[in-house]
């Protein structure tokens, strides 16, 4: 019921490092960590890019689709050393599992201030909640960014803006992009917002490379301010897990028939304050899922904040991916 029967649920990270790691001793080290965690699957090749073929690569590892003898986890380095990128399949790991198979790839712990949400029950099961979750969608659907697009393109655009480190999290995310939602340019209905924030169940700063995943739906009006959302988002309960069987079939018939009415306004994905050795920037890209998919990304470091954006061509084409990061980074950097 999150309203997207054909995202391929890839996710991505990136990590940009002072001192170069080579390629060799980033697949020996993943090999061994896919070695000690099954559930990674075997092994994935190292992929060295140059730098005119950075943003390609970027796509590839994040969007791709994934085959039945598909990794489920992908690498791409620069050629330079300084640049990782490790994307996975959204049921092997979550963002936080990103980041420790990223730790575990440049040979280094990478921890992080953000905490999770424990073993806060959801309140619904998930028949009763995707019942909610109908009734929505028929009466009272979400709220969608404005684009033209190119209609049929496959391609998903993903950029980042970074800027020197700064105090701000999930609540003046969540701000800039109703803000930003709210403009005349990116508005088209009166419908009211609804954002999905990626949450985690981990209570401790070292992620292990696995799945301990958490939804938040938040659904406000506009002109809202910080000190509002931040309480809040805190008091959200989450949504129910996945349930694992398809309802003979009824429930996958159900998201297509009702897939342009479910999802969400926006994706929020806030990895928190990240540490480790050499560090310079983290970008968290999560996974794309939903009519006129709108992904947003923070993570910070010692030295810098890193706001990224992820579409999908077919809704938004190449300006107005440009604007819409361009909008959104200048209301959270503001």
Known sequence: MYGDPDTTWGICLEAHV???VAADDVADRVAALCARHAHLGHAPEVLVVAADGWPAARRQVASAPYGPSSPLVRLALTDDGTRLLVG????VIDGLGLLAVAGGALGRGLRTRARGIGDRAAPYGFLGSSVRRLGEALTDPPARFAGDGDAGSPVEDLSSVTRPRVERGTAHLARAVLSTHAEGRWRRTGRRPVLVIGASRRTDDLPQPDR???YLRLRVGTGVDVESLAPAIAQLRPEPDFPETSAGGTAPLAVRLLSSRLGATAMLS???LVSGDGLLSVTMF???SGPRSVAVGLASTSVTTTLSLRTRRRDF???EHAALVQALSDRFFA
């Not at 996975?88 to 049921?91: F, V």
């Open 18 to 20: 002072d001192a170069p």
């Open 88 to 91: 996975a399949h959204h049921g």
């Open 212 to 214: 301990q995943t958490a």
């Open 270 to 272: 806030n990895l928190g």
């Open 286 to 288: 999560p996974a794309s």
């Open 317 to 319: 084409g190449v300006e």
